[in-house]
């Protein structure tokens, strides 16, 4: 296990809070307007602003074109089938209930790691790949029978939560020698201009003017998940052994449970309590200090 530099624990604190709240805020932004059109409206928003932090800290755009295969494969599975298929996925489903769907992605991650890529885990990476598939299933519990009545919301976010799993281990992996700041435009770029095309091709017809709830939802996906968490996120995974960075945003999912309870109105069980210190399990698992660098001292 990789222990956190303090710059990274700041950016998953941030990470946490931005994105675990954007679940019921997003579910508020495309119920009654179009998911696609949502999505791509806040992306074009937030391209300019993640481009403006690139002139500013001095990295470079170019990426060579050896290397142009590579970044579509990494955008196809990191960013353009989470963006589409969450955002369809939580028109039909709660949004904390999505939000625990599309965080399954740490078990699949591991999965994918072990089988796939021949990565060997230490036991108590897999101890905290087991309590988040626990907490991820009592987060569940009350929404089963619900959840059999939205096959396709199901299907989407484990599509979308395992495509991004995928991508992770990817990630990782790539040779791609430019900085990741450079690479999260080009990709947030790509995904623009899909969901652009997939908005106009599809939801053309609804287009209608947002309203102000709308705007707010768009402005903060914009600023919060465009222009900082998506690309805090890709730091992350790059830098970090990917069941390290992903089992460290496992509470993600709860925070987007609780905000969405107290914000939409969904009710809270004990099972949701007890995901909860389950999750902290994982979270320990793999950002706790091994014991022979915990008797080294700081």
């Known amino acids: 296990m990789q222990a956190l530099t303090r710059r990274q624990l700041v950016l998953l604190i941030l990470l946490t809070l931005v994105w675990g709240i954007n679940w019921p805020i997003m579910k508020l932004g495309v119920t009654g307007f179009p998911a696609l059109t949502f999505r791509t409206i806040s992306m074009w928003i937030g391209l300019p602003v993640l481009a403006l932090v690139l002139v500013w800290r001095r990295?470079?755009?170019?990426?060579?074109?050896?290397?142009?295969?590579?970044?579509?494969?990494?955008?196809?599975?990191?960013?353009?089938?989470?963006?589409?298929?969450?955002?369809?996925?939580?028109?039909?489903?709660?949004?904390?209930?999505?939000?625990?769907?599309?965080?399954?992605?740490?078990?699949?991650?591991?999965?994918?790691?072990?089988?796939?890529?021949?990565?060997?885990?230490?036991?108590?990476?897999?101890?905290?790949?087991?309590?988040?598939?626990?907490?991820?299933?009592?987060?569940?519990?009350?929404?089963?029978?619900?959840?059999?009545?939205?096959?396709?919301?199901?299907?989407?976010?484990?599509?979308?939560?395992?495509?991004?799993?995928?991508?992770?281990?990817?990630?990782?992996?790539?040779?791609?020698?430019?900085?990741?700041?450079?690479?999260?435009?080009?990709?947030?770029?790509?995904?623009?201009?899909?969901?652009?095309?997939?908005?106009?091709?599809?939801?053309?017809?609804?287009?209608?003017?947002?309203?102000?709830?709308?705007?707010?939802?768009i402005v903060y996906n914009a600023l919060g998940v465009f222009a900082f968490a998506q690309v805090a996120w890709l730091m992350m995974a790059r830098d970090l052994p990917p069941v390290a960075s992903t089992l460290s945003v496992m509470f993600i999912p709860v925070l987007g449970v609780f905000s969405g309870a107290w914000w939409l109105n969904e009710v809270l069980h004990w099972q949701d309590w007890a995901a909860v210190a389950l999750v902290m399990v994982a979270i320990a698992s793999v950002l706790w200090p091994p014991r022979s660098a915990a008797a080294r001292g700081p």
């Not at 028109?91 to 796939?116: D, E, H, K, N």
């Open 59 to 217: 990295v470079p755009f170019r990426i060579g074109r050896e290397h142009w295969r590579e970044l579509a494969v990494l955008t196809v599975f990191n960013m353009l089938i989470w963006h589409t298929l969450a955002v369809l996925a939580i028109q039909t489903l709660s949004s904390g209930r999505a939000a625990i769907l599309g965080y399954t992605m740490p078990v699949f991650s591991a999965i994918v790691g072990a089988w796939w890529f021949g990565q060997k885990l230490a036991a108590r990476a897999w101890v905290g790949v087991g309590a988040a598939a626990l907490g991820v299933v009592l987060l569940l519990w009350h929404e089963l029978t619900q959840l059999t009545g939205k096959p396709a919301g199901v299907v989407m976010m484990l599509t979308a939560a395992a495509a991004w799993a995928l991508g992770t281990q990817m990630l990782r992996r790539t040779t791609l020698p430019q900085p990741t700041l450079a690479i999260s435009f080009w990709m947030t770029l790509f995904t623009t201009l899909w969901m652009t095309a997939a908005a106009v091709l599809f939801e053309r017809a609804a287009w209608a003017a947002p309203t102000p709830v709308v705007w707010g939802a």
